[in-house]
């Protein structure tokens, strides 16, 4: 699996980064994995196409000491489908400055 993996993380950063995912992208349901919504406009040509299964999204596995953000584009509607593949450069690009951004956003470096 291809990831964007941040490691070492404090125990103090963990329950911030905790916080803020709780509170912008709901408590997780699944121990730890938070589902960040992909943005239209960096969806592929047939993911925009599949209307069904939309909507599209990054799945992030926070640990006391990690944080694994998968470079999957993924939907909860299906298992298997063409739409279902990793991110495109512009994808992942996005995504890690996302990522990089709520560190920013939340004091911590990154």
């Not at 994995?33 to 960096?42: A, G, R, T």
Request: aromatic share 12%.
């Amino acid at each position: 699996m291809k990831q964007y993996v941040i490691d070492e993380i404090r125990p103090e950063d963990f329950k911030k980064i905790k916080a803020y995912l709780d509170e912008n992208f709901g408590p997780s349901t699944m121990q730890g994995i938070y589902w960040i919504l992909v943005h239209e406009d960096i969806l592929t040509d047939i993911q925009t196409e599949h209307s069904d299964c939309r909507p599209f999204y990054f799945a992030v596995d926070l640990e006391e000491n990690l944080m694994a953000c998968e470079l999957l584009v993924r939907t909860k509607s299906r298992v298997k489908c063409n739409c279902i593949s990793y991110a495109t450069e512009k994808q992942r690009n996005w995504f890690i400055g996302f990522i990089d951004d709520i560190f920013e956003k939340i004091g911590i470096i990154s």
